[in-house]
């Protein structure tokens, strides 16, 4: 074994410490290169993430964390980077074993984004339901554009009677169903017909990329980003 890559995995193990131990004990040689990608729990608590909050996850990780739980299991020359406009952690390291500090880093400032995070949550959800409100008042047809893990909370979180369908490139979820919700997951080439007057980006990142798209269409709406 020559690399260890994980990408949105340890996030869903229900002991992420026993688990990195698991795979350091399963490679016999030092200083094999290991690279892991998780949520950021700080872009969360920091930046209003809340549609990152799903029940799939059982840990959420912060730089400090996640290097604390890579030291625990055993490994060194820990480096941890926020990626993708600091939605994601990635951690590269090497199997070996550790000895750095146990003091944790930074706890003062998570304690404050986290003891303000349940008003920043709540007057986002307020926010959201009085603009979905407006939109059903007005009769004006939104669709929301990412059937992934956002969505699904952005939906099951405020059911918005205004949207009927949402929005994915990706070919596998065609003509299939958000859960619990319902909406049925549409092509992207299905606003052309249906001619929306909103579409709600759930993510930000890919603006240039959903909006190129759009105007390649001929769609005029308003675009919003949650």
């Known amino acids: ?31 094999i290169p290991v690279f892991f990608e998780v949520p950021n729990a700080l872009f969360t608590l920091r930046d209003g993430g809340i549609w990152d909050l799903i029940h799939e996850h059982c840990s959420y990780f912060t730089p400090q964390s996640l290097k604390k739980a890579f030291e625990l299991g055993g490994y060194h020359s820990i480096e941890i980077t926020e990626t993708f406009e600091g939605q994601y952690l990635t951690a590269h390291a090497k199997t070996g074993f550790s000895d750095f500090p146990e003091e944790a880093v930074g706890i003062d400032y998570l304690e404050r984004l986290a003891a303000n995070f349940a008003d920043r949550y709540w007057t986002e959800i307020e926010r959201w339901n009085l603009k979905l409100r407006d939109f059903d008042r007005r009769k004006r047809k939104v669709v929301v554009w990412g059937g992934g893990s956002k969505g699904i909370t952005f939906l099951n979180v405020l059911r918005p009677r205004s949207v009927e369908f949402i929005v994915d490139v990706n070919t596998l979820k ?53």
């Not at 299939?176 to 052309?192: E, N, S, W």
């Open 174 to 226: 065609h003509a299939k169903y958000i859960p619990g919700t319902g909406q049925q997951i549409v092509t992207p080439d299905f606003m052309k017909e249906y001619r929306p007057d909103v579409i709600i980006g759930m993510n930000p990142n890919y603006r240039e990329e959903m909006t190129r798209h759009v105007s390649a269409l001929g769609v005029q709406a308003e675009f919003l980003w949650a």
């Open 1 to 31: 074994m020559d690399l260890v890559c994980s990408r949105q995995t340890l996030e869903h193990v229900e002991d992420p410490e026993n688990f990195l131990r698991s795979i350091r004990s399963s490679i016999r040689r030092l200083g």
